[in-house]
């Protein structure tokens, strides 16, 4: 099927990157792993290493948006991140941009549903957070690849 995809998704901090992958047909993001992010070219070599293994073909990163949309010093942060890692990415890996506005919020909200608090969900919210950003990047390609006339059920 054409419309299958393999993507991961990244939630930049400069301490630790949460990454999340999708399935192999582009449909539910799960997490991966959370990479240190104190030196950035490891991180960064790091992440192209995953992108190669998984035979990724988009990644998803999150920009930390003000609440207008406007952008400030943190996605500056990770724009300088990503020139680190796009000469590292294989050819033809599409790099996308996605507003990860309360991400981080909608993880940590899902997590104390599980039963998690802050104090025990810090080694995996970054995880969570990747993974909010993917699955909302692949929802929302998912609609747009709908044929006209049907709806998403």
């Known amino acids: 099927m054409s419309d299958w995809v393999r993507a991961l998704g990244i939630d930049y901090g400069t301490a630790r990157i949460g990454v999340a992958v999708s399935d192999d047909i582009g449909l539910l993001a799960h997490p991966l792993e959370t990479v240190p992010g104190g030196d950035s070219e490891k991180a960064a070599a790091r992440i ?5 293994l998984r035979r990724i073909e988009h990644l998803v990163v999150g920009l930390p948006l003000h609440l207008r949309g406007e952008e400030g010093a943190a996605v500056a942060r990770v724009r300088t991140f990503l020139e680190t890692l796009r000469p ?5 890996v599409g790099v996308h941009e996605v507003d990860e506005h309360r991400t981080t919020v909608s993880a940590m909200e899902k997590l104390h549903a599980a039963g998690r608090n802050a104090k025990n969900a810090k080694g995996i919210i970054d995880m969570a957070a990747a993974v909010e950003i993917l699955q909302g990047w692949l929802d929302q390609r998912a609609g747009e690849s709908l044929p006209s006339g049907e709806e998403d059920w």
Do not use: K, S
């Not at 192209?48 to 190669?52: G, Y």
């Not at 590292?88 to 033809?92: D, H, Q, V």
């Open 88 to 92: 590292l990415l294989p050819e033809g």
């Open 48 to 52: 192209a290493e995953l992108v190669r």
